[in-house]
T-cell receptor
Framework: DSGVTQTPKHLITATGQRVTLRCSPR?????VYWYQQSLDQGLQFLIQ???????AKGNILERFSAQQFPDLHSELNLSSLELGDSALYFC??????????????FGSGTRLTVV | GESVGLHLPTLSVQEGDNSIINCAYS??????FIWYKQESGKGPQFIID?????DKRQGQRVTVLLNKTVKHLSLQIAATQPGDSAVYFC???????FGKGTRLSVIA
């Protein structure tokens, strides 16, 4: 157990729908990062939050949004879902706003299937 | 834009042999690199890191080599075991930018 908790583990939904993925960072970590991993693809950075504020933005679509709450958990909202959004979505956390040592700690991911 | 990429998508090795996984990066300003291992159904796990002021770092059965001249990283796994079968990613600082990964298959 990495200490980063993601729910749900699996999600199946229809095109056009909206889903919310949840992440609880490792205890003491203030940064949360969201990554998307499509089949046989690398991890694509979506967005980072640090202590409730957006810190960095990657290749995140306008249909996607995220936030980090006062208790530091984060949610990734995916709307108007398309078949191509089917992927593994990983959350990672780190103590500070930057990389720190040993990189990030990753959760086990949420597998999203859009049908 | 800057990118991190891997030379080979798949690598098959015999159990007990050494494995070498390569990675090229394009951002010459990068000064910190990490290798991650991702097993099926799991999130990436930290293996080893290296800073740009080093050219070699050793861990338990793993060694990372950094060649800044040609912007190349390699991960060497000694005495590869079935449990080493996974996808290996190199990543540079960032937020972390990951390469596509190399799938290592260990033949028993």
């Amino acid at each position: 157990d990495s200490g980063v908790t993601q729910t749900p583990k699996h999600l199946i939904t229809a095109t056009g729908q909206r889903v919310t993925l949840r992440c609880s960072p490792r205890s003491g970590d203030l940064s949360v990062y969201w990554y998307q991993q499509s089949l046989d693809q690398g991890l694509q950075f979506l967005i980072q939050y640090y202590n409730g504020e957006e810190r960095a933005k990657g290749n995140i679509l306008e249909r996607f949004s995220a936030q980090q709450f006062p208790d530091l958990h984060s949610e990734l909202n995916l709307s108007s879902l398309e078949l191509g959004d089917s992927a593994l979505y990983f959350c990672a956390s780190s103590a500070g706003p930057g990389l720190g040592t040993r990189g990030y700690t990753f959760g086990s991911g949420t597998r999203l299937t859009v049908v | 834009g800057e990118s991190v990429g891997l030379h080979l998508p798949t690598l098959s090795v015999q159990e007990g042999d050494n494995s070498i996984i390569n990675c090229a990066y394009s951002n010459s300003a990068s000064d910190y690199f990490i290798w991650y291992k991702q097993e099926s159904g799991k999130g990436p796990q930290f293996i080893i890191d290296i800073r740009s002021n080093m050219d070699k770092r050793q861990g338990q059965r793993v060694t990372v080599l950094l060649n800044k001249t040609v912007k190349h990283l390699s991960l060497q796994i000694a005495a590869t075991q079935p449990g080493d079968s996974a996808v290996y990613f190199c990543a540079e600082i960032g937020p972390l930018v990951f390469g596509k990964g190399t799938r290592l298959s260990v033949i028993a």
